[in-house]
């Protein structure tokens, strides 16, 4: 089943074209690494998927409209330029990933103890229960993205849309960063998207590549990918060295 | 020292030092709490750039001879909307958009005081408040809208807990970002143009920011902050009033140095402890 369609999908800022003719479908469980050149619109299709910018052409999930389905719900969404930007903001762990009910909460929004506790099972699954009295500026900048993930996965959403999540993070907690997805995605189904420019970890761990640069240059499986002519214009001779590793 | 007390007591039978009391505590409130969220949001100069408005807005009210609360009110809090809008669609950063409506009142504020034969002296009370003199109906207003702004931050607690942090993916969890923000600058015109008759135009962001910035040199919990930095507004005023009267200091000066006091121990005891 498509768990997201997209159809002739552009984007524009000012009149200049960010985006433009971009249709695919994802698959419940895919894991889709999207890379591409800086300005390509990685970003902007998922922030055009997430309906946080005006776009035309048509994005659907499971069927549905994006009035029809509750976003907030279903999908979890880690933002690029986290990790935390604020090193004095004065929230505990816990506090943040609590912060990821949010979403299933009716006006006004309260947390209870079933709230917490699910925080908590967030962050124990996710290696990182010690640290949740710590202040969240206080810890590294892995232990941050572990903390934000658990946020975004507290509500259990069925889609991860991850925007270039490993940017600020040194090549061991990258990969334990990655490890995790993985297993979120094998074990618990969850669909994944995934932002980088991490090509060798995309080979790793993704089950499809869509290489966009402002559209859809290639999308499929990355051992077609590595038999293809795009994979040389782009990457070019390290081309070797990542398909050989996959 | 039994000579302060006397005075104290003494103070606290005047009906002026009670409305003070009563309108500076409430005002302190409502400033420390919204100034949390500004000064997280690098927002906190809003407060500088509204009373700089409020100026303008006073000026005209003099000029027409009418309640400069009743002016200062709506056009404030249209000042405020220009500020966010400016920020949101003319991609003006916050910073640059304060400063710009800010210059806009001082320059408005001269001309209209210009146009009426130039300053007076009530138009200077405003430039640096004057608490001991607010009346009966200032005091209401300043209750009224104090305990709204506590009420209204209660009932947002945790909207603005998440926009605060991460604006996108505030509006992600579906929560409505511009409409809390809104509501959030208004609320925030409102104390200001409450704050220009206590502390005066030039002080009043320092109700907003001195708490805020206090409170976040020691704790290290959301909630804590915004209860720490109630109850440092709370003690600047109480400490800065009776203060005041004992070494006859302007009152709101002394307010905004008893905040910069316990700012400084914020930060010493932030240092200390590493």
């Known amino acids: ?246 | 020292m039994m000579n302060i007390f006397q005075q104290i007591h003494e103070a606290l039978q005047y009906a002026f030092i009670q409305r003070a009391m009563i309108a500076g505590c409430f005002m302190a409130l409502g400033c420390s709490f919204l100034g949390v969220f500004l000064v997280l949001r690098r927002f906190s100069l809003i407060g500088d750039g509204l009373a700089h408005v409020s100026f303008a807005t006073v000026a005209l009210a003099l000029l027409l001879h009418a309640q400069p609360m009743v002016i200062s009110i709506p056009i404030v809090a249209l000042a405020s909307f220009a500020i966010l809008k400016l920020n949101e669609k003319a991609a003006v950063y916050g910073d640059a958009a304060i400063g710009l409506v800010s210059s806009l009142g001082i320059a408005l504020g001269v001309i209209i005081a210009s146009t009426a034969g130039g300053f007076n002296v009530d138009l200077f009370s405003y430039l640096f408040g004057n608490i001991l003199s607010v009346t009966g109906f200032e005091v209401w207003m300043t209750v009224v809208i104090s305990l709204s702004v506590a009420f209204v931050t209660g009932l947002l607690y945790h909207d603005l807990f998440a926009i605060t942090f991460d604006e996108e993916y505030a509006q992600v969890s579906g929560i409505k970002v511009r409409l809390i923000n809104r509501i959030l600058i208004l609320l925030t015109s409102f104390i200001v143009v409450l704050g220009i008759k206590i502390v005066g135009t030039l002080l009043v962001s320092s109700l907003i920011i001195l708490p805020a910035i206090a409170a976040l040199q020691v704790v290290r919990s959301f909630k804590a902050t915004i209860a720490l930095a109630g109850v440092f507004a709370i003690a600047s005023v109480i400490i800065g009033i009776f203060a005041s009267y004992v070494l006859n200091l302007p009152s709101g000066a002394t307010i905004v140095m008893v905040n910069f006091l316990f700012f400084v121990i914020a930060f010493s005891i932030n240092r200390i402890k590493g």
């Not at chain 1, 971009?22 to 800086?38: E, F, I, M, R, T």
């Not at chain 1, 659907?60 to 004095?88: C, E, I, N, W």
């Not at chain 1, 969240?136 to 849309?161: C, D, F, M, N, Y």
């Open chain 1, 1 to 246: 089943m498509n768990i997201i369609e997209i159809k002739n999908l552009s984007v524009k800022y000012r009149n200049v074209k960010a985006l433009g003719g971009v249709s695919l479908q994802v698959k419940a469980g895919d894991y889709v690494g999207v890379v591409g050149p800086n300005g390509s619109g990685k970003t902007t299709l998922v922030k055009a998927i997430l309906g946080l910018l005006p776009f035309e052409g048509r994005i659907t999930f499971q069927g549905m409209s994006f009035s029809q389905f509750r976003m907030d719900r279903h999908v979890g969404y880690l933002p690029q330029k986290m990790a935390v930007q604020d090193m004095r903001f004065p929230a505990t762990a816990k506090e943040i990933v609590a912060s990821g009910v949010y979403c299933c909460k009716k006006f006004p929004i309260r947390l209870d103890a079933h709230d917490y506790t699910a925080a908590e099972e967030a962050m124990r699954s996710l290696g990182i229960i010690n640290l949740k009295d710590r202040p969240i500026g206080k810890l590294s900048g892995g232990q941050q993205q572990r903390v934000l993930l658990a946020r975004t996965l507290v509500h259990s959403p069925e889609i991860l849309i991850l925007d270039e999540p490993t940017v600020a993070l040194d090549p061991q907690s990258r990969e334990a960063f990655y490890k995790t997805v993985e297993i979120l995605n094998k074990e618990k189904k969850v669909t994944v998207l995934l932002v980088t420019h991490d090509v060798v970890s995309v080979g790793k761990y993704a089950s499809k590549l869509l290489y966009l640069d402002r559209e859809v240059i290639f999308y499929g499986t990355f051992e077609s990918f590595c038999k293809s002519a795009q994979m040389s214009d782009y990457f070019g001779p390290g081309q070797h060295v990542i398909c050989h590793r996959h």
